[in-house]
């Protein structure tokens, strides 16, 4: 199979891409740089450069591919769109990336008992009505003939297989405990997000490009975590010990912006990805996030940053 991919230097797009390669398939990906290009090249990926923007050469190459694998903006509704006139028709996979941010609320480090499934009724934040908007169009594509799929995912961690290792929360988190040096999180860190590692992220794209029906929409986790106790695991993890410490959401919106700050980092997102291990036989088997963090990946890089070897 002749695969697209949009995001195949980015975390999920790289890992999902390296996946395909194993798995025999080509892979054609989208990229902004010549430098980039080259990358992908090395990597076994034939490279296409260009933008999200590039509503035309957006559609050549979605036309040329027998499936389409965005995994770059969740949001950008014009590279969405001109897939999909690519597509229209044809029954091919259109595998979209989504993020359970959609169901987050403005908890401010919080708790809360809400936990969706894809049958749970939910209004978005307004930072994410637009997100919630086009996944449901995407899922009407099925009307067009298009295999149209959209994958829901929760926080993400683990080592990327790709050009781009890192992903966003985990390393966030890191990263504020080395600048204030405790382990800390917004507010009383009490909100929880589900989780998944980002290979059994990537083992699912594949199995939704081989089987998904049209107009799926799925949320994806295998697991979930308090942020606080993420933040206690990196601080033993830094050396820094396990106390933890409050942090004002006016300093968070200060470094990461709003969206991040309120709608990720001090947010609950709980969401079941039960329907998608039933539709599809998805079996999640890496560690969960907190073993991740003491143990795996994160733990590697902070050894590696002290010139330590772990194995």
Known sequence: MRVFVIGATGYIGGTVAARLLAAGHAVVGLVRSAEKAAALGNRGIEPVLGTLDDAELLVRAAGRADAVVNAASSDHQGAVRACLEALAGSARPFIHTSGSSVVADDAEGRPSAAVFDESTP?????????????????????????????????????????????????????????????????????????????????????????????????????????????????????????????????????LWGESKARYTMASNSRVRAARVRAALGWRPTRPDVLWEIERGWYARQAAASRGEVRP
Request: with cysteine; hydrophobic share 45%.
């Open 122 to 254: 939910f209004t978005p934040p307004p930072l994410r009505a637009a997100r919630v908007a086009l996944d449901r169009e995407i899922v009407a594509a099925a009307d067009r003939g298009v295999r149209s799929v959209v994958l829901c995912n929760s926080l993400i961690y683990g080592r990327g297989l790709g050009l781009h290792e890192d992903s966003v929360q985990v390393p966030s988190l890191i990263e504020l405990a080395r600048r204030r040096g405790v382990a800390s999180h917004v507010g009383p860190g009490l909100n929880r997000w589900s989780t998944v590692h980002v290979e059994d992220v990537a083992d699912l794209y594949l199995l939704a490009l081989e089987r998904a029906p049209a107009g799926s929409f799925w949320f994806v986790e295998s697991g979930e975590a308090e942020f606080r106790e993420m933040a206690a695991a990196i601080g033993r993890m830094l050396g820094l010990g396990a106390r933890t410490e409050p942090w004002p959401i006016a300093e968070a919106i200060a």
